[in-house]
Nanobody
């Protein structure tokens, strides 16, 4: 089992920045990749970004490419999402996720609200 706890959400004006953090604990040695997803009210959960645990290669949804940056700190078992140039449509609950060969794990989520 892997436990994930997100932090860093909040209220920000459009054009502003926030940095989300995700702390992983438990069986983290088997983690292959970690990522961020988000879910806006009335919408399905959508993919935001991911990073592979070993090589650090990254991938982003088109909607956030160039504005968001995902990074990791292997020693601390942390994953971060730096969000710049935030837009009202970025408002959502952001979830951290971890993936290994057999399972995927989710955090409880952190609310990000962008006021226009």
């Amino acid at each position: 089992q892997v436990q994930l706890v997100e932090s860093g959400g909040g209220l920000v004006q459009a054009g502003g920045s926030l940095r989300l953090a995700c702390a992983a604990s438990g069986r983290t040695f088997s983690t292959l990749a970690m990522g961020w997803f988000r879910q806006a009210p009335g919408k399905e959960r959508e993919y935001v970004a991911r990073i592979t645990w070993s090589s650090g290669s990254t991938d982003y949804a088109d909607s956030v490419k160039g504005r968001f940056t995902i990074s990791r700190d292997n020693a601390k078992n942390m994953v971060y999402l730096q969000m710049n140039s935030l837009k009202a449509e970025d408002t959502a609950v952001y979830f951290c996720a971890a993936f290994d060969t057999t399972s995927h794990y989710w955090g409880q989520g952190t609310q990000v609200t962008v006021s226009s």
